[in-house]
C-alpha cells in the first residue's frame, strides 16, 4: 500500500525558513516523479514544484522559484521542501504527491494527507 | 501562470448527470493529452480520477467520465450519488510547468 506521510510544518515568522519533509512507502521511490502541492485556506490546490525521479531535473511554479527548493534522498525514500523567506501567503496545507510516472506531469496519483505551514507574525 | 478556469459550482440530483468544464489555452490543455482530474472531500487527500484526459485508475467508478475538445476539458459524472459531493480539480501539463491545476469546482448533490 502506497503511503505518504508529509512533516516539518508548523508557524514560522515572515521571512523565516522551514523543510517539510515527505516519507514515501509501498512503492519504488525512485522510479516515480514526486510534487509538492499546496492548499491555501479557503482556495484551490496550487502545484508548488515536481522533481524527476533521478533528481536531476526541479521544476517550480513562479510564486515559489528562488524561494523554495524541492530535493529526494532516495536512501531515505524521502521527499523535501526547503522553504526559505516565507510570506504571508505561503500558509497553506502542504501535499506530497506522487507521479504515476517516471515522466514528469503525467499525473498525481497518491497524496499524503498533509502538512501545515503557517506564516505570522 | 494562469489557472485553469472551472465553474464554481455544479448542482444536480441524485441519478442525474452533471458535466463540468475545465477551460485552458492551446499551451496548456489544447497542446497535450495530459489532462487529470482530482476528487478533494474536505479533510481528505485529493483523489486521482481521470489521467490522460479520459483513462481511470483501476477501482474508480466508470461513473466517471473525461473527454477533450480543443482547449476545453471536462468531467462528467453519471448517476450522481450523494458520496460524490466534493470538490474536483482539473489539471493540465504544460510544457514547463508540468501542472496546472484548474479554479476548483464544488459539486452539491441536491
Known amino acids: 500500500e502506497v503511503q505518504l506521510l508529509e512533516s516539518g510544518g508548523g508557524l514560522v515568522q515572515p521571512g523565516g525558513s522551514l523543510r517539510l519533509s515527505c516519507a514515501a512507502s509501498g512503492f519504488t521511490f525512485s522510479s516515480y516523479a514526486m510534487s509538492w502541492v499546496r492548499q491555501a485556506p479557503g482556495k484551490g490546490l496550487e502545484w508548488v514544484s515536481v522533481?524527476?525521479?533521478?533528481?536531476?531535473?526541479?521544476y517550480y511554479a513562479d510564486s515559489v522559484k528562488g524561494r523554495f527548493t524541492i530535493s529526494r534522498d532516495s536512501s531515505k525514500n524521502t521527499l523535501y521542501l526547503q522553504m526559505n523567506s516565507l510570506r504571508a501567503e505561503d500558509t497553506a496545507l502542504y501535499y506530497c504527491a506522487k507521479d504515476r510516472s517516471f515522466v514528469v506531469g503525467a499525473a498525481l496519483d497518491y497524496w499524503g494527507q498533509g502538512t501545515l505551514v503557517t506564516v505570522s507574525s | 501562470q494562469s489557472a485553469l478556469t472551472q465553474p464554481a459550482s455544479v448542482s444536480g440530483s441524485p441519478g442525474q448527470s452533471i458535466t463540468i468544464s475545465c477551460t485552458g489555452t492551446s499551451t496548456d490543455v489544447g497542446n497535450y493529452n495530459l489532462v487529470s482530474w482530482y476528487q478533494h472531500h474536505p479533510g481528505k487527500a485529493p483523489k486521482l480520477i481521470i489521467y490522460e484526459g479520459y483513462r481511470r485508475p483501476s477501482g474508480v467508478s466508470n461513473r466517471f467520465s473525461g473527454s477533450k475538445s480543443g482547449n476545453t476539458a471536462s468531467l462528467t459524472i453519471s448517476g450522481l450519488q450523494a458520496e460524490d459531493e466534493a470538490d474536483y480539480y482539473c489539471c493540465s501539463y504544460a510544457g514547463s510547468r508540468p501542472y496546472v491545476f484548474g479554479t476548483g469546482t464544488k459539486v452539491t448533490v441536491l
Open positions: 522533481i524527476s525521479r533521478s533528481g536531476d531535473s526541479t
